[in-house]
């Protein structure tokens, strides 16, 4: 079975610039969650979607949104870059059942940087 | 959400037992109790769950007391490859309604040595 997958793996940027990252969720998970690692910050929640729908969102400007299409695949969008979002932004789905799910499967991750 | 606490960094030797303790106070009654282990440059990787009592698998056991306030992961025999930062998070994922509302702490930097 697939993992999570996640595109670009590498991305250089200046500021100013918008950027897109992708997140293909495994076969069969609704839910996918997005977070941002940074040294200083550690690994902080961005906004989860659950079919289509932002559910929980995070303490993050407004620049940074995302959405989720039909298929669970979803995408991250950072506008106007700053310095301070280089980082490490991780993707993670989970499946969702009737009960709880309990557990997350992360991504490789796309790491940005932004000049 | 509950706040965890953690050791920032610990250090031990190949063959050695390692047990990470995880401060949770305000533990609701809904939340779980979840490990995680991170390498450098890859994303989190599900260790161990629990809600009470011991929960063991095959990588590592967890415990959790009565009042469910605190937690410990125990790794077994750990080896150079279990170098990496372990997160303990408390919340939950709910199928219905709430989602994903998870929060990472700031983790463990485990460092095992020959």
């Not at chain 1, 977070?35 to 407004?62: A, C, D, H, I, V």
């Not at chain 2, 990588?59 to 170098?83: G, M, N, Q």
């Amino acid at each position: 079975k697939a993992g999570v997958t996640q595109t670009p793996r590498y991305l250089i940027k200046t500021r100013g610039q918008q950027v897109t990252l992708s997140c293909s969720p495994i076969s069969g998970h609704r839910s996918v969650s997005w977070y941002q690692q940074t040294p200083g910050q550690g690994l902080q929640f961005l906004f989860e979607y659950f079919s289509e729908t932002q559910r929980n969102k995070g303490n993050f400007p407004g620049r940074f949104s995302g959405r989720q299409f039909s298929n669970s695949r979803s995408e991250m969008n950072v506008s106007t870059l700053e310095l301070g979002d280089s980082a490490l932004y991780l993707c993670a789905s989970s499946r969702l059942t009737s009960g709880r799910a309990l557990e997350q499967f992360f991504g490789p991750g796309t790491r940005l940087t932004v000049l | 959400l509950a706040k965890t606490t953690q050791p920032i960094s610990m250090d031990s030797y190949e063959g050695q037992e390692v047990n990470i303790t995880c401060s949770h106070n305000n533990i609701a009654t809904n939340d779980y109790i979840t490990w995680y282990q991170q390498f450098p440059s890859q994303g989190p990787r599900f260790i161990i769950q629990g809600y009470k009592t011991k929960v063991t698998n095959e990588v590592a056991s967890l415990f959790i007391p009565a009042d469910r306030k605190s937690s410990t992961l125990s790794l077994p025999r750990v080896s150079l490859s279990d170098t990496a930062v372990y997160y303990c998070l408390v919340g939950d994922i709910e199928g219905t309604g709430g989602g994903n509302k998870l929060t990472f702490g700031t983790g463990t930097q485990l460092k095992v040595e020959l």
